[in-house]
């Protein structure tokens, strides 16, 4: 006996870092979503970042994604105190500012030109991200010893961190208080379009919508085609390290360092390109663990406890994907740094879909943009 | 609480720990030690200062962290008693200064 469809105005699929942002979004500009969230085994992006909201060095090429990333930094503390109060959730963020490390001259200049391309890129007076010296970099960092060949790094006042796990509980909680449904081990594996509606293959049955989300993360690619939408995308392998607790250490975060409030100082990270292999290599940890402790000698003598990798998003030019179907009923939502555009999925983007299109701002993020067309 | 065996083997030697002379036999793991030396206790966790006691004595769950001869966050389970062993209870997080 096949049970009888399941219906929802609004479905979202995927539970990780930007569908339940999307979710709680959506329930919180009046949306009533269902949120269907993929199997325990699936793969999760989510659980595998390191939690930093960055806005340094983003968005070569696409001046676009450093306007989204600089205006969701700064949603975030907005963000951050009301989902705090909506979920009971204590997510550890702050905005405190952030650091990349640079060792030796070559990697210092490197960073500076980066810097400045995106700066003339971005076309605005007072760029807000600058190379800091060695001398500067010590008064920021009093309690810590940097190893020789730090010559200095690049800080922007914009950037901070949040508990990434925390995030996630959060979102889920407070879209559920705000009369969203979420359920779990409900992978979406096909999706049908028919006279304007979606019908969702579940394993619990068929689940009818008249809008769909799709943020399946890695798992996208083919239900966005069957709703009309080519998007492009692969995994990519990010490795991370976290040692035992320690006393404060690191007053913000940085990278490849971040310290938690806990006290863990997390390791980052391995940008991989392995296909959907979501183990851990003794040369990804020894590599990780060599510059970390170049860059703060102290944590030689210090003790890793966890070591772990996740597959991330990344697209063809490492920019987010956004876009709405011909038909005006699916959306899709897909990007690299899920912490960082939380504050916009959740405050900006999820309200305008409840509203039915996609803020004007996001063209420049439609697929489309890979359509390179064939010379004659 | 608990109390050596009779018959354990090992020379009887003297160990520090927190600056107390106390007794203990040579290659015996360093946790037995704690576990019959009062408060029978090996640290104080990083994030709510709770005590934790040498449990799981296999080397898996980390709760009898202590500093042995100036290193910190050995397993007591896994360290076997030496003479002139010098070992102090561990408290809360530990330090990274230089």
Not at chain 1, 169 to 198: D, K, N, T
Request: proline fraction near 8%.
């Amino acid at each position: 006996m096949t049970p009888a469809a399941r219906a929802a105005d609004i479905v979202v699929i995927g539970g990780g870092l930007v569908g339940a942002a999307l979710a709680y979004g959506l329930a919180r500009a009046g949306a009533k979503p269902l949120l269907l969230d993929g199997d325990d085994r699936d793969l999760r992006a989510a659980r595998a970042n390191f939690g930093i909201i960055w806005v340094q060095g983003k968005g070569p090429g696409m001046p676009a994604y450093q306007c989204l990333t600089r205006r969701s930094a700064s949603l975030w503390p907005e963000l951050a105190r009301e989902l705090a109060e909506a979920s009971g959730v204590g997510l550890d963020f702050r905005r405190s500012g952030g650091l990349h490390f640079c060792l030796g001259a070559d990697e210092y200049a490197a960073r500076a030109a980066l810097l400045d391309r995106l700066a003339g890129e971005l076309g605005t007076d007072g760029y807000d991200t600058q190379m800091v010296e060695r001398g500067a970099l010590e008064r920021l960092l009093p309690g810590a010893r940097l190893g020789q060949e730090v010559v200095g790094a690049s800080f922007c006042a914009g950037d901070g961190e949040v508990n990434p796990l925390r995030a996630l509980h959060a979102f889920q909680v407070a879209a559920m208080r705000l009369g969203a449904e979420i359920r779990g081990a409900s992978p979406v594996s096909h999706i049908v379009v028919r006279e304007g509606a979606y019908t969702l293959s579940t394993p619990e049955g068929p689940v009818r919508a008249g809008r769909i989300v799709i943020a399946a993360g890695n798992g996208l690619g083919p239900l966005a085609a069957q709703a009309g939408l080519g998007v492009p995308l692969r995994p990519q392998r990010g490795q991370l390290l976290v040692t035992e607790r320690l006393a404060p250490l690191l007053p913000l975060p940085t990278v490849p360092l971040r310290q938690t409030a806990e006290g863990g100082v997390l390791i980052g990270s391995t940008q991989e390109e392995v296909g959907r292999d979501t183990g851990t290599t003794v040369e990804g940890a020894a590599h990780m663990a060599a510059r970390a402790c170049r860059i703060l000698p102290a944590l030689e003598h210090m003790t890793v406890v966890r070591h772990w990798a996740g597959l991330r998003v990344m697209t063809p030019d490492g920019h987010p994907i956004y876009a709405q179907s011909p038909d005006g009923g699916a959306f899709v939502t897909l990007c690299h740094s899920g912490v960082t555009l939380a504050a916009a999925h959740a405050l900006e983007i999820a309200p305008a879909i409840a509203r039915g299109a996609l803020p004007a701002a996001l063209a420049p993020f439609h697929p489309d943009r890979f359509h390179v067309p064939n010379t004659a | 609480m608990f109390r050596t065996l009779p018959d354990l083997p090992g020379a009887a030697v003297r160990i520090l720990i927190d600056g107390a002379d106390v007794a203990a036999r040579e290659g015996e793991p360093l946790a037995a030690v704690l576990l019959r030396t009062a408060p029978f206790t090996a640290r104080t966790t990083p994030v709510t200062g709770a005590p934790r006691g040498p449990y799981c004595l296999i080397g898996a769950c980390f709760d009898c962290l202590v500093v042995v001869d100036g290193v910190p966050s050995r397993r007591a389970c896994m360290v076997p008693v030496r003479a002139g062993l010098r070992v102090e209870r561990q408290h809360g997080r530990r330090e990274a200064a230089p």
